[in-house]
């Protein structure tokens, strides 16, 4: 509630009437965000499931399946994957998967072209559609292109 009403009498009231928070004018909006925001977050707890398409990733347990086929991820594959998975469908800067992957981004290009080619084979090979697509010159994105 947003109100000028300002006393204990009014914010007793106010609670009693069922509101969730009580918020008195004038007030800053950066406390009020707050406010809404921490409401949001009481009544949308974070899921411990990602879904991209027909691909599910399990955060608790590191798993993943696709169309309810589990695949078979090394440690590595799954960072990447779950880093693609979080900003999908934005496109991720590969410097920001080596940041992510490798302590201080210090990788060879053979060997981050390698670890995308396995990833490649375990999500799309194996499927008629591709969920992982480069964009050269930005980097990677994991989303399902309706045809």
Same mark, same amino acid.
């Given at each position: 509630?947003?109100?000028?009403?300002?006393?204990?009498?009014?914010?007793?009231?106010?609670?009693?009437?069922?509101?969730?928070?009580?918020?008195?004018?004038?007030?800053?909006? @950066?406390?009020? *965000?707050?406010? +809404?925001?921490?409401?949001? &977050?009481?009544?949308?707890?974070?899921?411990?499931?990602? %879904? /991209?398409?027909?691909?599910?990733?399990?955060?608790?347990?590191?798993?993943?399946?696709?169309?309810?086929?589990?695949?078979?991820?090394? @440690?590595?594959? *799954?960072?990447? +994957?779950?880093?693609?998975? &979080?900003?999908?469908?934005?496109?991720?800067?590969?410097? %920001? /998967?080596?940041?992510?992957?490798?302590?201080?981004?210090?990788?060879?290009?053979?060997?981050?072209?390698?670890?995308?080619?396995?990833?490649?084979?375990?999500?799309?090979?194996?499927?008629?559609?591709?969920?992982?697509?480069?964009?050269?010159?930005?980097?990677?994105?994991?989303?399902?292109?309706?045809?």
């Amino acid at each position: 509630m947003l109100t000028a009403c300002d006393t204990d009498a009014d914010q007793l009231e106010g609670f009693l009437a069922g509101v969730d928070d009580y918020v008195t004018k004038p007030c800053a909006m @950066p406390v009020l *965000w707050a406010r +809404l925001q921490a409401i949001y &977050r009481r009544n949308n707890p974070p899921s411990d499931t990602l %879904t /991209i398409g027909p691909l599910k990733l399990d955060l608790r347990s590191e798993k993943a399946c696709r169309s309810n086929q589990p695949l078979k991820l090394s @440690p590595i594959s *799954w960072k990447i +994957l779950e880093l693609l998975a &979080r900003h999908s469908p934005e496109v991720v800067p590969r410097k %920001t /998967i080596e940041q992510h992957v490798w302590p201080g981004g210090q990788v060879e290009s053979g060997n981050f072209n390698v670890q995308l080619h396995m990833l490649r084979k375990v999500v799309d090979h194996p499927f008629d559609s591709v969920l992982i697509h480069t964009y050269t010159g930005k980097g990677l994105c994991l989303k399902e292109v309706q045809e």
